[in-house]
C-alpha cells in the first residue's frame, strides 16, 4: 500500500512539474478550505483580469492538517509560491528556517499599522515576512428569532449570560449552547479564549504572562476555566462527542440558541440559517465594566523564500496590501476583519456588530500564540486538552491550570 | 574435466525489480530513520549526532514518556481487543461458513468480507455518524427495541472511546482471519474428517479435537499479522479523533502519537527527530513481538502432512 502510494506521488510530482512550465501561475498554499469558492469566483478573477500573464491557484487544505502538510512540501520543496501564514511563532519558524521570504521592502506594507504587523514580524520588528489580511474576533452569535419568542435580549453581564441559558434550558425547545469537545479546539478557542480576556483584562494580562509576572494559577487565569466548567449543564445531549460542524449545523438548523463563536462564521451562518442572527461579546463580570474581546490577528500572506516566480508573487502580495482587496476580502468574508489601515465599508450587519466592539471594548490576541507556545509541551495544544477536559468535568479548573502552568514553566524561563 | 556451473544470471534479472523497488522505497528509509533518530539539532539549527539523547528523553522526560506509555498501553488494549474479539469471531464465522449445509455461503463470505475492502476514511466517518448523539442512528435503534438508556456519546468517553474504535476496526478486520481460516478448514482434507467420524468424533468435539490443532498454524499467522498491523495502526484514530486523539488523549496510540511528534500539529512544530525516534521504539516494539513469535512460538507449533 504505500508503496503504491510513493510511487504514484513520484509519478504525480514529475508530471505535474512538467505541466507547469508556461504561463507564470501562483499556487497559494491555505487552510481556508471553506473559502475555496469566494477565491475561485471572486478574488482571484479581480486580481487576473488586472494582472494579464499571472494565473493563481487557490489549494487549501484541512485546517487542522495544514500546518504539518505545509511543513513537509517547505522541507521537500514542493510548496506553493504563496503560503497563508499563520500568526506568531508557527510563521516565524517558517521565516528562521528560510522558507519565507522577508517582505520588509514591499511597497504595501506601508498600509498597515505595526500592531496589525506584529504578528509576522521578527521579535525585534526588523523584518515583516508576511502580509496582514484579516482579524477575527470572538464573541457568541444568537438566534434572533428564538431570543424574541422566548423574550429574552442579550446579555452583557455573567450573571445575564446564565440567566438567559437558564431560561432557555427551562423552556426546552432549544439547545441552550452549540458546542462539542470531540475536537477540542472549540473549547479553547471559542471557550477560553473568548471569555478569557475580561478575566485576565487583556494585553494586561496577556504580557504579565509572557514576562513571567504572572502565572497561569494566577486567578485571572483559572476564572474563565470555572466558567467552562459551568457550560457543561447547557450543551446538548452527548456533547462529549459532538464534532465542530455537528455543533455549527446544530446552530444553523435552528435546533441550538447560543453559539460561541468567532466571526469566521458569520458567512456560512449567513448561506446556512434561515433565521435572523445577533451577537453579543463576551459578558462581563458587572455591568459598567470595561469589556475586553480577543480580536485576534489571524490570517497573512507571504512568499515561498524558493518560489521560482518571485516577481509575479510579488505583484500579487502587493494587491493583496491594497485596499482594494481589503474591500473584496472583507465583503466576500464578513466576519474576516480587514487589517488595512483603510477603513473598509462592508454591509454585512453581523460583520457589523463584531467590528463595532473594537470601539467600546480593549483588544487583545489569544494568550496562548505570542512566544509561549514555542516549546514542548505546546501551551496553545495542551490549552485545547485541559479546556475539553474542564468541560468534560474531567479535570478540575485549578488541576487544569496547574497543569498548564507546569508545561510552560518546565521549557520557558521567565516562568521558572 | 569438471563441469563448471553455468551462472544463472536469469535468478538476478528476476530478482532485481523487487529489490530495487523494496530497497529504494523500504529499507534505505527504514535506516534513514533509524539513523536519524540518532541526530538532532545543535544550537545553530545544524544537523549532529547525539547518540542515545533522543531515547533518552523519550524515556526520561516525564513529559515524553507519561505520552509514549500512555500510546503504548492504549496500543496493548486495542490489540487485546482485536486478540480476544477479532479472531474468536473470525474462527468462528470461518468455521460455520465451512459447514457443508449452510445456504448462502458465498453470500456471507462476501458481506463480510467487503468492510475490509473498504478505506479506513470512510469506515471512520460512517461509524462516527452511526455512533453520533446528534445525527446518528444508534440512539434511534436503541430507542426502537426500549434500550435507549443504554446509549452514551462513546466516542466522546474516555472509558470507552478506544474500546469502541478498536470494535470499529474488528468490524472492519474481521474478514481476514475469516477467510485466512476459511481456507485452512477447506485444506484439511475428507479423509482424515471421515476418520474421525468412524471413531465417533462428530460435531464440536470434532472442531475442537481434529480440526483446530490443524488450522493453529494458521491462527498463529492471522495473530502475528493482527500485531504487526495494530501496533502500526493510525489511520482509524486519525480519521476519528484527530491527531490529539481525544478525549483526554484516551484514544492516543504509537502511531498517532508519532505523527504529532514528528509533523507536528497546530501550534505545535514538527520535530522529525524526537518522530524518528519514537519511530525507532515502534520498530523495535514490533521486532521483538515478531521475534518472540517466531522462536518461541512457531517453532514449538505442531504441523500435520497429509
Redesign the interface.
Known sequence: M??TF??ALLTSTLLGGAAAAQDVTLTIESWRNDDLTIWQDTIIPAFEAAHPGIKVVFAPSAP??Y???L??KLQAGSAGDLITC?PF??SL?LYN?GHLADLSDLGAMANFSPVAKSAWQTDDGAATFCVPMASVIHGFIYNADAFEQLGLTAPTTNEEFYAVLDAIKADGSYIPMAM??????EAATMGYNNIGPNFWKGEEGRQALIKGEQKLTDEGWVAPFRELAKWKDYL????????YP?SQ??FTLGRAAIYPAGSWEISGFNAQADFKMGAFPPPVAAAGDTCYISDHTDIAIGMNAKSPNAEAARTFLDWVGSPEFATLYANALPGFFSLNSTAVEMSDPLAQEFVSWREKCQSTIRS??QIL?RG???L??ET??AS??VI?G??TPEAAAERLQA?LA?WYEPQK | MASRKPVRWHIAVFLAPAVL??TA??IIPLFGTLAQSLMNKDAT?ERVFVGLQNFARLFGDA?WSDAFWNALANNTWFFVIHMLVQNPIGIALAAILSTPKLRMAAFYRTAIFIPTILSFVIVGFVW?LI?????GIAPGMLDAVGLKFLF???????ETALTTLALVSVWQFVGIPMMLIYAALLSIPDEVIEAAEMDGITGWSQFWKIKLPLILPSIGIISILTFVGNFNAFDLIYVA????A????STDILGTFL?RTF?????????PYMGSAIAGSMFGIILVGVCIYLFGIQTRLRRYQF
Open positions: 504505500t508503496k510513493k510511487l487542522a492538517e500546518n504539518a502538510v511543513n513537509s499563520r511563532d508557527a519558524e528556517q462539542g469537545t470531540n475536537d477540542q479546539w446538548g445531549d452527548g456533547f462529549e462527542a459532538q464534532t455537528d449545523n446544530l496562548t500564540y507556545s514542548t509541551p505546546n496553545e495544544n485545547w486538552n475539553a477536559n468534560r474531567a479535570e508545561g518546565s | 523497488v523494496y522505497l523500504m539549527g513529559i462516527k455512533l453520533s448523539p446528534i445525527w452514551a456519546p462513546w466516542l466522546g468517553r474516555e479523533q484527530g491527531a490529539l481525544g478525549p483526554d488523549f505523527y509533523f507536528g500539529f497546530q501550534l505545535q512544530l514538527g520535530d
